[in-house]
């Protein structure tokens, strides 16, 4: 999840989106430093955290770790913002080990592939033709970002 610290073109606020939003859809709450904001249907856009460098440490590229997850919750719960903040920091695509492949048995197209995660052993189907096992491929796990041609 990506969150943007920017001190010379924004100034001190740390921004945490979350969705994307109309902006003549946008309610704002302000909580202390916080500013939480809503669409009208009451889905959360994103929150800005004012004066973010007395609460974070923030230099060079900015990643939400566990580390940063923790001092947030911190600052919510100073700011009495009890939003709980339950995001999904673990990885999207990770490095996949193919074991083996077969025929799909109802595709000529297509093969099974199980594939060693190392947290994981999945079966994939999968369009590549030059896939096969002893390979190492990227592995785009459930609910990561999709990519689509335009």
Request: hydrophobic letters at 35%; aromatic letters at 10%.
């Amino acid at each position: 999840m990506d969150v943007f610290y920017n001190p010379g073109g924004i100034g001190d606020v740390l921004i945490v989106p979350l969705e994307d939003g109309n902006r003549y859809d946008i309610i704002y709450e302000n909580y202390g430093d916080i500013t939480k904001i809503t669409n009208k249907q009451g889905t959360i856009i994103g929150y800005n955290i004012f004066n973010a460098s007395s609460y974070f440490d923030l230099k060079g590229s900015i990643t939400l770790t566990e580390t940063l997850l923790d001092q947030m919750k911190e600052v919510f719960s100073h700011s009495n913002l009890a939003d709980p903040l339950d995001f999904d920091l673990s990885p999207k695509f990770v490095v996949g080990y193919v074991n083996e492949t077969s025929q799909h048995e109802d595709a000529d197209n297509l093969s099974v592939c199980q594939v060693d995660t190392g947290d994981d052993q999945l079966q994939i189907v999968c369009g590549a033709p030059n896939v096969d096992a002893g390979q190492k491929v990227v592995v785009a796990k459930e609910w990561a970002p999709s990519c689509q041609a335009g």
